[in-house]
Every structure is written in structure tokens, then in C-alpha cells.
């Protein structure tokens, strides 16, 4: 007779990590990509407030980094 005890621990070491760790990049990019999306919104309201000469770069480079960001989580979902 299989005791409880013994049911647990098989439940315990059938556990795979790697499938853990998975997932917890996949929320960490996703998480990643969410502050990407905030970085270029105030990017687009500090233009709207500031006038410089640097503005049109910066909203430049907050989208290239939004995009590269989108990119990076849609490799990590193929490759993951």
C-alpha cells in the first residue's frame, strides 16, 4: 500500500524546473516589454512639454527600443 508520503514526494521531484524557469523569463520579457511601452508614452509627452533639438532622436530611439524589445520576446517565445 502507497502511503501519502510517499505520493507527495513522487509529486515533488516530478516538478520540472526548467519549465519554472521558462516561464518565469516569458513574464519577465513580457514585464520587460510593458516598461518599453511606458518609456516611449512619456518619451512622446516630454516632447509634447519640452522643446529641443534632441526631441525627433529620442522618440527615435524609445520606438527602435520598443520594437528591438517586441523582437527580443517574440524570439524568446520561439526559442523557449
Known amino acids: 500500500m502507497v502511503g ?7 509529486q515533488l521531484t516530478s ?6 524557469v521558462k516561464i518565469g523569463y516569458l513574464i519577465a520579457i ?5 516598461f518599453t511601452i ?3 508614452r512619456q518619451v512622446n509627452l516630454m ?15 524609445s520606438w527602435a527600443h520598443f520594437i528591438i ?3 527580443a520576446g517574440l ?4 526559442i523557449l
Request: net charge neutral.
Open 4 to 10: 501519502r508520503g510517499e505520493t507527495m514526494i513522487e
Open 15 to 20: 516538478i520540472d524546473i526548467w519549465k519554472i
Open 30 to 34: 513580457l514585464l520587460y516589454i510593458v
Open 38 to 40: 511606458i518609456v516611449a
Open 47 to 61: 516632447d509634447r512639454a519640452v522643446n529641443g533639438r534632441l526631441n525627433d532622436l529620442l522618440k527615435i530611439i
Open 69 to 71: 524589445a517586441i523582437l
Open 75 to 78: 524570439l524568446a517565445l520561439i
